[in-house]
């Protein structure tokens, strides 16, 4: 497939995806942040990679738990909103890309705060 259509066909898919979680999901997940949402080729796989703010490593595997259990119903719920002949499997993985950032600014800070002295 043409990488600029697989682009904006997983930009189309993360948007979707991050309303459902909003707005339509039965229980809610908490804060969280949809960073990536990578596809296949042939759109048969799409790996959605969430960031959680604020939860224990423990509460984050459950909600991933939750959110592949549920999976068939978030691919209901884009097949009746988006046009596309193929709704790929989802299958869904924590991102601490946001964490590690804000740990390594709390140690950037640390460390000017050190040099001021």
Do not use: C
């Amino acid at each position: 497939m043409n990488e600029i259509r697989l682009k904006k066909i997983e930009s189309l898919f993360q948007q979707e995806i991050n309303n459902i979680l909003y707005n339509d999901l039965k229980k809610k997940i908490g804060i969280f942040s949809i960073i990536e949402v990578a596809l296949t080729n042939d759109l048969s796989l799409a790996k959605v990679y969430i960031s959680f703010i604020n939860l224990e490593k423990e509460d984050e595997e459950k909600q991933i738990s939750y959110l592949n259990e549920s999976s068939g119903e978030i691919r209901y719920i884009l097949k009746k909103r988006l046009r596309l002949k193929k709704i790929p499997e989802l299958v869904f993985a924590l991102d601490h890309r946001i964490r590690d950032g804000m740990r390594i600014i709390s140690i950037m800070d640390r460390w000017k705060k050190d040099d001021r002295r």
